[in-house]
Structures are given as structure tokens and as C-alpha cells.
């Protein structure tokens, strides 16, 4: 079912969010969105700060926007299109990096603590063996002299 009505993304507001741009290797054909070409060197990405702010804004806007409605503002506020399904990939896969990393943090956190109860576990094994070994060489050797 169709409507009439028209709905209007707000206007872009100034993200001032700290967060810093690194320029990034280029690994595939394509340029990203938020990047382009270094002109000295074929191999790097240089970030268009204007870009990724515009395309943080962007994310934001997904909770109450369709994908296609965000693509098609964020293409008219940078000046670069960008596709519905081009602005989906680019939110899926940074959302699985995302992810991705945080497991990593949390699994390397759990075996962090697993070894460090290993390590008491096998100081008290070894503590108890050597007191075992101390106390059958103290001359002591079971039998009974009488």
C-alpha cells in the first residue's frame, strides 16, 4: 500500500565526534565511499573527513530510515552517490568488524583468566608432589623397626 507523503531526512548537523581519519591500503577496484585516491601513490586511500562524518550521520539515521532513503540523502548532502545496497554492505561489514573485534577482546580476556588458574592449579600439583617426595626421602621408609 502506497502513500502520498514524502519523508525528509533532518538536515546534516556539524559532528565534531574527535574521531581521527588514517589513510588505509587499497585492496580491492573500488574506492570507498570516504576515501580517495592518494595522487602521489596508486596503493593508498586518503579519508574524506566530510564524507565519513556525513556517513556516521548516516548510521544514525538507519534507526528510522529506510536504506534507501538514507543513501539517497547521504549521496545528495557529500556530493557522491552511493547506493541503498552499497550503504547496506558498507553497514553489514562494519558492524561484523565490530563484532569480530569485540569477540577477540572477550575471548583473549577468558584465556587470560584460564591460564592463569592453570598456573595455580599446576603450582599446587607441583607443591604437593614435591612435599609427597620430601616425605617419603626424610628416611622415613614405611616400615617398622620393632
Known sequence: MKTNKTWRLP?????????????????????PFGYEQDPSDQDILLPVTE??????????HLKQYSYRDVAIWLSEQTGRSI?????????????KRK???????????RYKEAEAKARR??????????????????????????
Do not use: C
Open 11 to 31: 538536515p546534516p548537523e556539524k559532528m565534531s565526534s574527535g574521531l581521527t581519519w588514517f589513510p588505509v591500503v587499497r585492496v580491492g577496484r573500488v574506492v
Open 51 to 60: 564524507e565519513l562524518e556525513a556517513l556516521e550521520i548516516a548510521k544514525n
Open 83 to 95: 547506493s541503498h545496497v552499497g550503504l547496506m554492505k558498507r553497514v553489514k561489514l562494519e558492524r
Open 99 to 109: 563484532t569480530d573485534a569485540e569477540n577477540a577482546l572477550y575471548y583473549a580476556q
Open 121 to 146: 592449579l599446576q603450582e599446587k600439583r607441583i607443591f604437593a608432589v614435591e612435599a609427597s617426595r620430601t616425605e617419603s626421602s626424610s628416611g622415613d621408609s614405611g616400615f617398622s623397626s620393632g
